[in-house]
């Protein structure tokens, strides 16, 4: 299913479309994800060039964040819409602001060291401590 896909925030001060492929979601257990969404984070992700948004979108630094990224949110309501690094040429999007049907499926989960004890990845999913590795199984695009 390639673009162009829609999305938006709780409020609908924030709409995206993305006129290109988007990734399989990767769920983020991450301490930064956690607290930021309050729980794991299920995103996709899309090229930059093909993400077009509309809003007000409040962009803030993620302290903690290896890659120097910052994170976006809707400057009304405040839902966590978007994750983004200097230099990378995708940018990653909250996949439960997707409209529906979105027609992706979860690839893994990743920062399980960092994870909540509380919310544990089904059995047989495919799981990595830390990110999502250089040599890991290519994540599809559609």
Do not use: K
Not at 12 to 17: I, M, T
Request: glycine share 12%; net charge negative.
């Amino acid at each position: 299913m390639s673009g162009p896909h829609t999305g938006g925030c709780l409020c609908g001060a924030v709409r995206y479309e993305v006129r290109g492929p988007l990734r399989e979601i990767l769920i983020c257990h991450c301490v930064e994800c956690r607290r930021w969404a309050g729980r794991a984070w299920a995103a996709t992700g899309a090229r930059v060039d093909d993400l077009v948004i509309e809003g007000d979108v409040a962009w803030r630094a993620s302290p903690e964040s290896e890659y120097n990224a910052d994170r976006g949110n809707c400057a009304q309501c405040g839902s966590c819409l978007f994750w983004r690094s200097p230099g990378f040429d995708r940018v990653s999007i909250g996949a439960g602001t997707l409209d529906e049907p979105s027609g992706l499926r979860v690839a893994a989960h990743i920062w399980l060291e960092q994870g909540a004890d509380w919310e544990a990845p089904p059995p047989g999913m495919p799981t990595y401590p830390r990110g999502y590795p250089a040599d890991g199984p290519a994540l599809a695009w559609h």
